[in-house]
């Protein structure tokens, strides 16, 4: 049995219609889905009350929650919910979204961290648009148990106070040679260095078979940093997204580097380079040399705000003349304004 709800903007919404709502949960209930985006009116009372509610499915194995800018939630509320996630032995996948509520601390991040089963495989966090977010909640991570995971999503968008070199030392550590998917949000990272992200990249496991990696919006990175992630893609990769949007420092050095290392089991191929006006044609060309070696299906570039973007769409339809591949390419050849 699975309850889907979404209540997604009902700015009405209070604690107790989540309490009313917690009391319809029925013993059989294995998969939960709720969004409570932007209910302005919800505080750590909602979060009790799912946590209590948590505790009536048997055999509960998701659960997932999406809270967005609901900013009266803070770390009261959270450990009460994780109490009663500690609880569920049957739980297999979590998925909370806390973007932008910014009352939550790393105080409640980690208490969530510290609570979470070993047994889980899959699990989603985004605390993004927090800068009470820390350092400590990667660290918190990096010890937790949760070394069975096959499936980590971890949303930190302008969570400046965790992107840092020791936050990605801790993320590196944390990730288990068991995920086969990966999806890190790590834009906006006023912190974020060449150093910290070849640190990053020395933990991506080599058994991914999905990788997707937002650097956007990190200027201070160099192409010393891209090259590190290019060399550090696995070999068994079917699906790759690299957003490396605004970060204007990347080159072809950098784009010729990702074709050279990209395997040939890539299936699917995403590569946002908005604003990226170091990228020419040169890039453009030794990439497209390298897809029709490749198993890809599907083939999505941005170029918006570059100097290439025109001809880019010409020069790999021309490689891939003959093939199967969708092809899209995004954006107009233009420069941005300084």
Known sequence: PKLELSCDNCTALSDQN????????????????????????????????????????LTLRRVAFSFIFCEQLGDDGLIDLVGALAQIATLREVYLNFYGCKAITSFG????????????????????????????????LEISPLKELQHLRLNLHYCTAALNEKGLKALANALPESLCHLHLDLRFGDQLTDTSIMILTAGI???????????????????????????AIPAKLETLELCFGRCSQLTDRSLSSIARNLPSSITSLTL????????????????AGKLPGAAIEKVSIWLDHCTCADEAHEIIQEALQGCTTKVK??????????
């Open 272 to 287: 946002k380079l908005t604003a990226c006006e170091q990228v020419t044609t040169v890039g453009i060309r030794a990439l």
């Open 18 to 57: 989540v309490r009313d709502l917690v009391s319809t949960f029925s013993k059989s209930l294995q998969f939960l889905d709720l969004d409570f985006s932007f209910c302005g009116q919800l505080t750590d009372q909602t979060l009790k009350a799912l946590g209590n509610g948590l505790l009536t499915p």
């Open 109 to 140: 991040t980690r208490a969530l961290l510290m609570s979470l089963s070993r047994q889980l495989t899959r699990l989603e966090l985004d605390f993004s648009f927090n800068g009470n977010i820390s350092e400590e909640v990667l660290r918190e």
């Open 205 to 231: 496991p080599a058994g991914l078979q999905f990788l997707s990696l937002d650097l956007s919006g990190n200027k201070g990175l160099s192409d010393d940093a891209f090259l590190a992630i290019a060399e």
């Open 329 to 338: 390419v995004h954006g107009k050849s233009e420069v941005m304004p300084a």
